[in-house]
């Protein structure tokens, strides 16, 4: 009997645990179902409220004219943090394309306007052509999402004043197509570059030489950064000044200005060679001579050769090795004509530049080394080793000889057109130089005079 006492009362405390625990458990499920339909409850309160909102703004909106939509609305100012890109981008594009399509926006933007105005009279149907403060805002930058940027727009090149940093000018100048066929047809081009301290002098002259071949040159000046002299919109000089620096003889400034010239020059992809003048530079042929001259040559125009003696390999510096060795030293003029590869070249080069920058002092002159050396390590196989800039040095000194107007000459100009001989494309010619220096500005005018005839400008 106490076994069997002791066995019931084992079973009912079982049964009351079990009991506890159903419970436990019932009570933890119906607290669950109660916070997820007090979560599904303030849900729905918040959805069906801003529904509701919503929708009345929606049914009040039309309601409103656009002169109390712009008296209750502040105007509208892109946030200085987010710039409208379009602004920026719809200045790569052409006018008619600009036009053409914001006048279809502006079209369905007024449009919209007119559907939306309330017509309660006859008056009201009228449509009447609103003013600046009466037009909404926002449609002028929605006239901007619709330009588009084709290749050409991509690729046309900058003004000629901007405000890249030297570091920044090199590095975008120093791009390289992985392409080389292009998408389109596209005329090549003769960079001129003049190297100067102020005006071009013999403008007038070079203005005769460009007449009537626009879209076969480009035009790049530097002069020092102090010259503010003006140029008439009419000229071929006018706004094609680049950044420069101050450049002193004999310095490495002087190659600082070249490379800069350059890069400016890389910057439209349609320049295919490039000739670097100074302002007492003249052209001994008229354009189509030298265009074709410079466009069909299967080789470079740097002069470089070597020269013993205090101003050719005495100008060394054994601290330029191991990157330049005496025998690698060269000399030769700093005017050249070259093709695209070759200034890509020039204007990424950060193994020997810097040699010369650290090395070569004033009396070292790099502007008669840098180049020569240069070309002679790396690309000699395609240089020709002869400039096409004719100049005298037979009297000696640190300058050649300067021509004033009574030296100017027919037989003279002829001289320096025919009378020396070279090589061109592998073959014996004597028209060895296309341009001339030093000619003064008094001589300008027997050249105007000369050049109509003589070198068959115009």
């Known amino acids: 009997m106490k076994n069997k006492e002791q066995q019931d009362k084992s079973a009912s405390s079982y049964l009351k645990l079990f009991s506890a625990q159903l419970d436990l ?20 309160i918040f959805f069906v409220k801003n529904f509701s909102l919503t ?41 008619n394309q600009t036009k053409n399509e914001s006048g279809y926006v502006e079209e369905l933007v007024s449009h919209h306007q007119i559907s939306d105005t309330p017509c309660s009279s006859k008056e009201n149907n009228q449509t009447k052509p609103s003013s600046d403060d009466d037009s909404p805002l926002i449609s002028k930058r929605v006239t901007t999402n619709f330009t588009r940027i084709g290749l050409r ?41 003049f190297l100067t301290k102020g005006a071009v002098l013999l403008a007038p002259l070079w203005e005769r030489f460009f007449k009537g071949n626009e879209g076969l040159y480009s035009i790049y000046v530097h ?25 002193k003889w004999g310095e490495n400034s002087m190659i600082e200005a070249e490379r800069r010239l350059l890069a400016n020059a890389l910057l439209d992809y349609s ?95 790099s502007d008669e080394h840098y180049l020569p050396t240069f070309v002679s390590i790396k690309f000699w196989k395609k240089n020709s080793n002869r400039t096409l800039t004719w100049v005298d040095w037979k009297k000696g000194g640190a300058h050649p000889s300067r021509y004033n107007r009574y030296d100017v000459t027919y037989e003279f100009l002829n001289k320096l057109r025919y009378g020396s001989s070279c090589e061109y494309n592998g073959h014996a010619t004597n028209v060895c130089h296309l341009f001339a220096r030093k000619f003064t500005p008094h001589a300008l005018d027997r050249l105007l005079r000369f050049a109509p005839k003589l070198m068959q400008f115009n």
């Open 153 to 193: 727009e991509f690729l046309e090149p900058p003004m000629a004043m901007h405000d890249m940093s030297d570091e920044e000018l090199l590095w975008r100048a120093s791009m390289v197509h992985m392409v080389r066929k292009l998408p389109f047809k596209q005329t090549p081009k003769v960079a001129f570059m």
């Open 223 to 247: 002069s020092h950064p102090s010259f503010d002299g003006t140029v008439p919109e009419s000229s071929v000089f006018h706004g094609r000044n680049i950044p420069s620096k101050e450049v």
């Open 25 to 44: 458990l019932s009570f933890i499920s119906h607290a669950l179902v109660f916070g997820c339909g007090l979560l599904i409850g303030i849900s729905l």
């Open 55 to 95: 929708n009345f703004q929606i049914q009040q909106f039309p309601l409103l004219s656009s002169n109390s939509l712009m008296m209750r609305s502040p105007p509208f100012s892109p946030s200085p943090e987010f710039p409208p890109i379009s602004s920026n981008i719809s200045l790569l594009i052409s006018n």
């Open 271 to 365: 320049n295919q060679r490039f000739v670097l003048l100074s302002e007492s530079c003249i052209p001994l042929f008229n354009f189509s001579t030298i265009y074709t001259y410079l466009m069909d040559s299967t080789e470079t125009f740097v002069e470089a050769y070597d020269l013993p003696g205090d101003v050719g390999r005495g100008r060394y510096s054994p601290k330029m090795r191991p990157q330049i060795t005496l025998s690698q030293w060269r000399k030769g003029s700093q005017w050249f004509q070259i093709n695209r590869f070759l200034a890509l070249q020039i204007v990424s080069d950060d193994r020997y530049f810097p040699v010369f920058q650290k090395h070569c002092k004033p009396s070292c002159y």
